[in-house]
T-cell receptor, first 111, second 112 residues
Framework: GNSVTQMEGPVTLSEEAFLTINCTYTATGYPSLFWYVQYPGEGLQLLLKATKADDKGSNKGFEATYRKETTSFHLEKGSVQVSDSAVYFCAFSWGRRALTFGSGTRLQVQP | DAGITQSPRYKITETGRQVTLMCHQTWSHSYMFWYRQDLGHGLRLIYYSAAADITDKGEVPDGYVVSRSKTENFPLTLESATRSQTSVYFC???????????FGPGTRLTVT
């Protein structure tokens, strides 16, 4: 069935380190792909999206490219900050527009 | 300018009681959704609605009831709460033109 697999956390990095959070999906057709971020005690916020193959979503220094051939949508950032500490969710939307989420990856950035 | 709001933000209830979680959005979005968030499971879809008076089950609908008589409101009712329904509940909405969703702040529900 449809599913999203994310790397398990927590991911602990020092400030200014490079970040990669892996995400792969299993879905029929060509879904839209998303990264959402959840800061402590808050709801989810859309971070970036891509709606077709080879699209690159970007926001706040984060990037992810829709790779149809590998069914992946890895999140990257060149230099993380303490303020990036949060839980990151990969998700895709298809058909009825509901989202299927991965289990989330907690990122901890140390000063 | 409120966007999407949920109430209450925190709720403690006893097993067997009925409880209703409220969700209100000001964008006139057609789609509304209820998810629950549990450790290790990410978010799972409970119910969704494509428009007023149109609702459908998601991945984990058992024990929940929804209604949508007005576009802006989408209440979720636990008819007889169980401990396994202790969770954080998120409401979300989305328009017909794009696939992304916008989330409320969540309701933390504890069933004792």
């Amino acid at each position: 069935g449809n599913s999203v697999t994310q790397m398990e956390g927590p991911v602990t990095l020092s400030e200014e380190a490079f970040l990669t959070i892996n995400c792969t999906y299993t879905a029929t057709g060509y879904p839209s792909l998303f990264w959402y971020v959840q800061y402590p005690g808050e709801g989810l916020q859309l971070l970036l999206k891509a709606t077709k193959a080879d699209d690159k979503g970007s926001n706040k220094g984060f990037e992810a490219t829709y790779r149809k051939e590998t069914t992946s949508f890895h999140l990257e950032k060149g230099s993380v900050q303490v303020s990036d500490s949060a839980v990151y969710f990969c998700a895709f939307s298809w058909g009825r527009r509901a989202l299927t989420f991965g289990s989330g990856t907690r990122l901890q950035v140390q000063p | 300018d409120a966007g999407i709001t949920q109430s209450p933000r925190y709720k403690i209830t006893e097993t067997g009681r009925q409880v209703t979680l409220m969700c209100h959005q000001t964008w006139s979005h057609s789609y509304m959704f209820w998810y629950r968030q549990d450790l290790g499971h990410g978010l799972r879809l409970i119910y969704y609605s494509a428009a007023a008076d149109i609702t459908d089950k998601g991945e984990v609908p058992d024990g929940y009831v929804v209604s949508r008589s007005k576009t802006e409101n989408f209440p979720l009712t636990l008819e007889s709460a169980t401990r396994s329904q202790t969770s954080v509940y998120f409401c979300a909405s989305g328009s017909t033109s794009v696939y992304e969703q916008y989330f409320g702040p969540g309701t933390r529900l504890t069933v004792t």
